[in-house]
Structure formats: C-alpha cells, structure tokens
C-alpha cells in the first residue's frame, strides 16, 4: 500500500514537472501578447506564422507593429511580404512610413516598387516626400566661353521632384548636375558674343530644359533658375597672345639657327681663303725654283731674266701710281699735288 502511495506521487509531480515545462516552452514560444495585440487591431496574425518568425530570429514585435499601421492606414498587404522583406536586410519601419505617406498623398507605389527602392539602398522615405516636395539642387559657378573668346560664368538652381518608378536603376543627383552644366556650356559656346547671354540669361534655361537632360534619371527637371552670371576672363585674347608668344618664341630660334649658319659658312670660307692663299704662296715658292732649272737648262737666257725684271718693275710702277690715283681719287687731290 505504501509503495502504491509512493508511485502515486512520483507521477503526480512528474507530470507537475511536464506542465510547469510545457507552461514554460508556450511562454517562451508563443509571442501571446503580440498575437492578442495584433487580433485587437484588425490585423490578426495567426499563432503559428509568430512562432515561425520567432524560430527564424525575426523581430516579431517589429514586424507586426509595421503591419497593424498598414492595415489602419488602409493598405493592403501580407503579413510575409515584411518578413521576405526583413530576413532580405531591409528596414520594415521605413517601408511602411512611405507608404503610408504615399497614401496619404496620393502617389502610386505599391509594396515591391518600395521594397526594391529600399532594398537598393536609398531612403524611399525621403523619395516619397521628394515627390510631394520638389527639391532644389544648387550648382557651383559653371565656366563657358562664347564664340568671342569672353568666358562666362554661371550658377543655376535646378528643381527636380523625385521619380519613383524611376529611383531603381536611375542616374543620382550628380549626373543631373553634370549634364546641367554640360548644356550650359553648350549653349554659352554656341553664342556669337557674351552679350546676347547677358541679354537672355533665360536663353540657358530654354535650351537645356529642351534637351530633356532628366532622361534616365531617378528626378524630374521641374525647371532651372539662372542665379547668377559673372563675365571672367578674355580667353580669347590671352590664347592670341600665347600664340603670339609662342611664334615669337619660334621665329627667334629659327633666326638663332640662321645667325649659327652664317656664322659656320663664315668661318668657313675664312678657312678657304686661307688655304688658297698658302696655295698661291706655295706657287709661288716654285717660280724661282723653276726659273733656276730653265737658266741652267738653257732654255731661259740672262737677257730674257733682266726684261722679265725691267717687266716686273714696270708692272710695280703702274700699279703703285694706280694706287696713288685712286688714292687722289678719294681725297680729291692729284699727282701735281706731290
């Protein structure tokens, strides 16, 4: 009898022991509190789509949070479509705050256009209240320079909304930016003086709206504001004077070359006349040589040798007056005047 007690109360707290276990496992498993929640919202989440969540480590409380403000805001959603998106990375609470703010404002955007904006890592939030509120992007001084060689310089602000459908896939701020200035160089160059810009600054802003310069981008060109335009510098007349420069720069050298020539050819010719000069001069050392063998050969007479001198002095006679005369000539006197 005594052991049949015994047993008795080993299975009772065993099985006190199994439901105080059981108890425990169903508070830890069972997010009740989030379910009851969840039911009281209108936005019911079956128990067992919770203990999934939790078993994969989601943050559940997050999770239905963000679908019970969907479903009061009146979007229609799935519950799984906040779990794909959570276990992919992404913020939940972002993605129902736009929305929500979609919604409210009327602009289309459905649950995966804003999964995939998130996603691809820009602030759909900030995208949303871009579409409603234009925003305005302000570019540093752009330099162009018109046909007349005057560089203008110009700084617009551009008004852009926010593309939705656009935003993945979509060219950012800086290409809009880039293609802005692009046109305005485009349209400063193309103008015959700077005068007909300063005339027209709204020329600019005609011209590139007319480009269409938003294509492929995640905005909207609303409109672009010419802030400011300064006259820079004459770059027209300093290239025409670095060219001047430079050619002067070319044509000294080439003369430079020319100078080095003349020099070279000079010398050189110096150089020819001395050499002729030895040449004559080494004739002349064989006259006597050659007047010697002819006397001694018989050929050439004594007589012959002394009118070959009375020759010779003759010849000095005439070319000493001739001198003189020229000499006279010059100073304006005569052979008299001796």
């Known amino acids: 009898m005594m052991n049949l007690l015994f047993v008795s109360?080993?299975?009772?707290?065993?099985?006190?022991?199994?439901?105080?276990?059981?108890?425990?496992?169903?508070?830890?498993?069972?997010?009740?509190?989030?379910?009851?929640?969840?039911?009281v919202s209108g936005a019911h989440v079956s128990m067992l789509r919770l203990i999934g969540m939790k078993v994969r480590r989601l943050k559940v409380h997050e999770i239905v949070d963000a679908y019970i403000q969907a479903r009061k805001a009146g979007i229609k959603i799935e519950i799984v479509?906040?779990?794909?998106h959570q276990m992919a990375g992404g913020d939940v609470q972002?993605?129902?705050?736009?929305?929500?703010?979609?919604?409210s404002a009327k602009i289309v955007l459905?649950?995966?256009?804003?999964?995939?904006?998130?996603?691809?890592?820009?602030?759909?939030?900030?995208?949303?209240?871009?579409?409603?509120?234009?925003?305005?992007?302000?570019?540093?001084?752009?330099?162009?320079i018109a046909k007349n060689g005057i560089e203008l310089k110009v700084k617009t602000r551009?008004?852009?909304?926010?593309?939705?459908?656009?935003?993945?896939?979509?060219?950012?701020?800086?290409?809009?930016?880039?293609?802005?200035?692009?046109?305005?160089?485009?349209?400063?160059?193309?103008?015959?003086?700077?005068?007909?810009?300063?005339?027209?600054?709204?020329?600019?802003s005609k011209t590139v709206l007319s480009k269409g310069l938003d294509s492929g981008t995640a905005y909207e060109i609303l409109s672009i504001d010419i802030a400011d335009i300064d006259i820079g510098k004459n770059i027209g007349a300093q290239l025409m004077s670095d060219q001047a420069e430079a050619d002067k720069i070319v044509a000294q050298?080439?003369?430079?070359?020319?100078?080095?020539?003349?020099?070279?050819?000079?010398?050189?010719?110096?150089a020819k006349t001395q050499e002729m000069k030895a040449l004559v001069l080494s004739a002349e050392a064989e006259v006597p040589k050659a007047m010697a063998a002819a006397?001694?050969?018989?050929?050439?007479?004594?007589?012959?040798?002394?009118?070959?001198?009375?020759?010779?002095?003759?010849?000095?006679?005439?070319?000493?007056?001739?001198?003189?005369?020229?000499?006279?000539?010059?100073?304006?006197?005569?052979l008299l005047d001796e």
């Open 253 to 270: 050298a080439k003369a430079e070359e020319r100078r080095a020539m003349a020099a070279a050819n000079e010398m050189e010719m110096r």
């Open 110 to 144: 459905d649950i995966e256009a804003a999964k995939a904006i998130d996603l691809a890592g820009r602030d759909v939030g900030v995208a949303v209240k871009q579409s409603v509120t234009p925003k305005v992007i302000e570019t540093d001084w752009i330099s162009a």
């Open 94 to 103: 972002k993605v129902i705050n736009a929305l929500i703010s979609a919604h």
């Open 158 to 204: 551009i008004t852009v909304r926010a593309n939705i459908q656009k935003l993945v896939g979509g060219a950012g701020e800086e290409t809009i930016i880039a293609r802005v200035g692009e046109g305005i160089v485009t349209t400063v160059g193309s103008a015959e003086t700077h005068y007909v810009v300063l005339e027209n600054p709204d020329l600019i």
């Open 9 to 39: 109360n080993v299975v009772w707290y065993v099985l006190i022991g199994v439901f105080a276990l059981l108890l425990v496992v169903i508070v830890c498993l069972l997010p009740i509190k989030t379910w009851f929640i969840a039911l």
């Open 295 to 334: 006397i001694k050969e018989g050929k050439f007479g004594v007589m012959d040798y002394y009118k070959l001198q009375n020759l010779n002095s003759d010849t000095a006679m005439r070319n000493s007056i001739a001198g003189k005369d020229a000499k006279n000539k010059k100073t304006g006197g005569g």
């Open 81 to 84: 479509d906040l779990e794909t």
